[in-house]
C-alpha cells in the first residue's frame, strides 16, 4: 500500500544499490591492466564522512519530498578493501572494493565514480548497474565526503553544521510547501512526519518503523516518506477493519484521500469508501490529535496511510 512515486523510486533504489531494472544495459568494464586500473594509495587511512547527497540540479529534495540523505562514514584499507560504517552493527565492516577503469569502482553492492580526490574530500558519482554490466553514464547523483581532520581542524566545524541544508533547498521545499498547504491534494512527504495522539483511552495508535538491513544499505526512508499507522478502536460499535490514506493539512486538519486494497469485485470499492470515510469521521477525527508534518521546519500539508481495526465491546 505505498504511494507510487517514479522519482524516488529510481534514486532510492541506485543510491542502496539494488538492481535498476529500467536503464539500458551498458557494456561489461573491462580493463587493459594495472594501469588502467583507479588506485586509493594517496587517501589510504584517512577517515570521510558523507557531508551531502545531491542532484545534478543542485538539490538534494525531489518533488515527492523524498531526501538523499548523506550517511556514509568510510575508510579505503587497501587496494581491494574499503571499511564502511554499519549502523546495524554500530561499527566499521570491511567491504571488498572492485576496481574498473576510468575512475569507476564497485563496493557495499554500489557501483560508484570517483570525480574528485584528495585528502580534505572525495566526490564519488552513483552510477546505474544491470546484471553485470553498468552504465558509465550515471545516474547524476553525487555523494560529497569530507576528511574528518578537514571538518574539524580546518572548518573548525562539526558533522551536524556541515551537512546542514543549503539555501537552494531551502527555497525548493518553500515553493513545495505554498503549494501543498493551499491544495492539500498537492501534498509532499513530511521530513518530520505526522505525529498522531490519541485523546481516547479506546483508541490506541502505533507508528510503523522501517526496518533497514543490509540488503537495502540500511535505508528507513519509509519512516518519513511512506508514513504508516495502526489504530485500534475499542468499544466499536462493530468489528471493522480498512486501510486508507489521510491528508493532513499545516493546521492538523484531517481528509480522506483514497482506500490502501485492491478490489476484485465490481461496485466494492464505493461500499468501501462509503463506511472507512464513515469511520474516520466517527471515531479518528474526533478521538486523534494530528500534529502536522514538516520539512526544513516549515510545517506543510502531507499524507499518511491509516490501518484501523474496530472492536466491539
Known amino acids: 500500500m505505498k504511494r507510487k512515486s517514479a522519482n524516488r523510486g529510481m534514486i532510492c533504489f541506485l543510491i542502496i544499490a539494488l538492481i535498476y531494472t529500467g536503464c539500458k544495459p551498458a557494456p561489461v568494464i573491462k580493463h587493459n591492466g594495472e594501469k588502467d586500473l583507479i588506485s586509493f594509495k594517496s587517501v589510504e587511512g584517512v577517515s570521510y564522512t558523507e557531508i551531502s547527497r545531491r542532484q545534478k540540479n543542485g538539490l538534494s529534495f525531489t518533488e515527492d519530498g523524498f531526501q538523499l540523505e548523506p550517511q556514509w562514514k568510510l575508510k579505503f584499507v587497501s587496494d581491494d578493501s574499503v571499511s564502511i560504517y554499519s549502523f546495524d552493527k554500530k561499527a566499521f565492516l570491511n567491504f571488498p572494493l572492485t576496481r574498473g577503469y576510468d575512475s569507476v569502482f564497485n563496493t557495499a553492492r554500489t557501483w560508484l565514480k570517483l570525480r574528485k580526490m584528495s585528502k580534505d574530500s572525495l566526490v564519488f558519482e552513483v552510477l546505474k548497474s544491470q546484471a553485470d554490466s553498468i552504465d558509465t553514464r550515471g545516474a547524476e547523483v553525487y555523494m560529497t565526503f569530507y576528511a574528518n581532520n578537514y571538518i574539524h581542524n580546518v572548518l573548525h566545524s562539526d558533522i551536524t553544521t556541515v551537512r546542514q541544508s543549503s539555501r537552494k533547498d531551502s527555497l525548493f521545499i518553500s515553493s513545495l510547501v505554498s503549494r501543498a498547504n493551499s491544495d492539500y491534494k498537492k501534498a509532499f512527504a513530511a521530513r518530520q512526519p505526522v505525529v498522531l495522539v490519541s485523546k481516547s483511552p479506546s483508541v490506541k495508535v502505533n507508528k510503523w518503523k522501517a526496518e533497514g538491513d ?15 499507522y495502526s489504530i485500534t478502536v475499542n468499544k466499536a460499535d462493530a468489528n471493522f477493519s480498512y486501510s486508507f490514506s489521510v491528508y493532513v493539512d499545516d493546521k492538523g486538519q484531517m481528509y480522506y484521500g483514497k482506500p490502501l486494497v485492491a478490489f476484485t469485485e465490481q461496485g466494492y470499492e464505493d461500499d468501501y469508501i462509503h463506511h472507512s470515510k464513515a469511520v474516520m469521521d466517527k471515531y479518528l477525527i474526533s478521538n486523534l490529535q494530528a500534529t502536522p508534518g514538516k520539512t526544513l521546519n516549515m510545517t506543510h500539508t502531507s499524507l499518511i496511510n491509516i490501518h484501523v481495526e474496530g472492536k466491539k465491546s
Open 214 to 228: 543490509i540488503l537495502n544499505n540500511f535505508d528507513t526512508s519509509d519512516d518519513y516518506f511512506n508514513p504508516s
